[in-house]
């Protein structure tokens, strides 16, 4: 029905625009750019994972789920968890299925975050946390990260406990990062759990990448130190760990008390999806590591391939200990701004990439920074190479009138 309003945007939305990785995958589609910019692999996943869901189809696991996730899947979330960190959860009453890691962040922003509550977040922060802690009415935090000598990006202890207050509710870390593809050290989780446990505050961890860590990196669940386990939120997901971002199969581990108000929030969004790739996952996750430690190695391997070539091009490649991504500074090579940058690249040489700039609460403090994306196949991955060796240098520096 047309009122003929002109349509209101809460003030909870207020700022909150499309996320710039529809922005950018558009863009590449519209100039038939490589698209090197969003965290998707162009491959298919374990032929044996495919067959899963298509023997839970065909056995008739059409219907909904349970709200909180099949048991089986829950169970083996549970004995993953065990197996490879040490973590024991409950399936029943601490695990619980969702769909994708970006509603298990939502529904626990909105069942922990009260209106006025304060959110520290780690800039560059992955756009979802944000969106979630202003629309659960809160308001976020940044402490930043920064690249050291050895371009591994850190943050400064005095920062985040200056910016833990009386009204912060939650710090969120995602380990290992996007877009930084840091892995945060047992030393780091150790000041972040001095920190939380100084405040009495929840941590809330987005783990997604937590398989694909490379050369010396560990990847370390920050619930696994002592006197963590009660106040972490462990967040993970199907996506990235069996490159099938689109099945959306998340989910939430964390204490009884915590996963009843997170339950009681996920029920309203989506209440269960996906039924026949939750059977299928919970194959998967019985496999160990005959699918993860393969995909980690290759992975590395690409990693190493695109941060030789764009190191070789002039940027200044930040080092990558883990994700999809290699993070660069395009100001070596003349470019200014991150966001224009990012805007002509796919127009001008065929390749699309993501400004940095846009994940900090004030963009200059990203400024120069891009991520490029190495989740893809080797012919891909030659083909975005060979445009930036052949194009790139024939981009223009300047910026457009109005930007500085």
């Known amino acids: 029905m047309d009122t003929g309003r002109t349509p209101h945007l809460t003030a909870r939305l207020q700022g909150i625009g499309t996320t710039i990785f529809t922005e950018v995958s558009a863009l590449a589609l519209r100039s038939g750019a490589v698209n090197l910019g969003q965290g998707f692999p162009d491959f298919d996943p374990p032929a044996d994972l495919a067959d899963a869901a298509r023997r839970a189809i065909a056995d008739g696991h059409n219907q909904y789920a349970p709200g909180p996730g099949i048991p089986t899947l829950r169970a083996a979330v549970a004995g993953h968890a065990t197996r490879h960190f040490g973590l024991s959860y409950d399936p029943d009453h601490e695990v619980t299925v969702t769909t994708g890691a970006t509603e298990a962040m939502f529904a626990t922003i909105q069942a922990l975050v009260d209106v006025g509550d304060e959110v520290v977040l780690f800039e560059p922060a992955y756009d979802v946390y944000p969106a979630a802690v202003a629309m659960a009415g809160g308001r976020a935090r940044g402490v930043p990260l920064g690249p050291d000598a050895d371009g591994v990006w850190r943050f400064d202890p005095e920062a ?37 446990t100084a405040a009495d505050v929840v941590v809330i961890t987005d783990e997604v990448y937590e398989h694909l860590v490379y050369g010396d990196a560990v990847h370390v669940p920050i619930a696994s130190l002592p006197g963590m386990h009660q106040r972490t939120v462990r967040i993970s997901s199907a996506g990235k760990t069996f490159s099938v971002t689109g099945w959306k199969v998340g989910w939430v581990c964390a204490p009884a008390p915590l996963t009843q108000a997170i339950r009681a929030a996920k029920q309203w969004v989506t209440f269960t999806s996906g039924t026949p790739f939750q059977h299928a996952v919970a194959d998967a996750l019985t496999w160990g590591e005959t699918y993860t430690a393969p995909l980690a190695t290759s992975f590395a391997a690409r990693a190493a391939r695109l941060s030789g070539a764009l190191a070789d091009l002039g ?20 470019f200014a701004d991150d966001v224009d940058f990012c805007a002509r ?25 891009v991520r490029f994306a190495f989740c893809k196949t080797d012919e891909l991955l030659d083909v975005g190479i060979a445009r930036l060796q052949d194009r790139l240098h024939g981009m223009s520096r300047s910026l457009p009138p109005g930007r500085t």
């Open 160 to 196: 985040l406990r200056r910016a833990v207050g009386p009204r912060t509710r939650a710090i969120v870390l995602n380990s290992p990062h996007n877009p930084c593809g840091k892995v945060y050290d047992r030393d780091e989780l150790e000041v972040i759990a001095d920190v939380a």
């Open 345 to 369: 690249l796919p127009l001008e040489v065929g390749v699309a990439a993501i400004p940095v700039s846009v994940f900090f609460d004030d963009p200059a403090d990203g400024r120069g920074y």
């Open 315 to 334: 940027f200044a490649v930040h080092r990558t200990d883990g994700t999809y991504f290699v993070t660069v500074d395009v100001r070596p090579l003349g």
